[in-house]
Nanobody, 115 residues
Framework: QVQLVESGGGLVQAGGSLRLSCVAS????????ITWYRQAPGKQRESVATITRGGFADYADSVKGRFTISKDNAKNTVYLQMNSLKPEDTAVYYC?????????WGKGTLVTVSS
């Protein structure tokens, strides 16, 4: 079973930036679509950004133009560069396959954006 470990979260002021990383225990990013999800307190988990095995990226409207997803297959790592952060981006961020999660969820990484 592949394990996914997210990191890079933290506390940042509105307008700031963070870069999240998702490391897989196996070489999967060249064969599956990976999605960054987030779950804010009291809300359902939602998809934020997706990158296909071929490198095509897609974004939720709420983050389009601010977030960039990328990957390094050799390092088994997917990144999420988050710029111009807003308080409404506050959530726990997870990575998994998309559009449906195939692997067990990791612990996620908490992003808190202060106003």
């Amino acid at each position: 079973q592949v394990q996914l470990v997210e990191s890079g979260g933290g506390l940042v002021q509105a307008g700031g930036s963070l870069r999240l990383s998702c490391v897989a225990s196996g070489s999967i990013f060249s064969i599956v679509t990976i999605t960054w999800y987030r779950q804010a307190p009291g809300k359902q988990r939602e998809s934020v950004a997706t990158i296909t095995r071929g490198g095509f990226a897609d974004y939720a409207d709420s983050v389009k133009g601010r977030f960039t997803i990328s990957k390094d297959n050799a390092k088994n790592t997917v990144y999420l560069q988050m710029n111009s952060l807003k308080p409404e981006d506050t959530a726990v961020y997870y990575c998994n396959t998309g559009p449906y999660a195939m692997y067990d969820w990791g612990k996620g990484t908490l992003v808190t954006v202060s106003s």
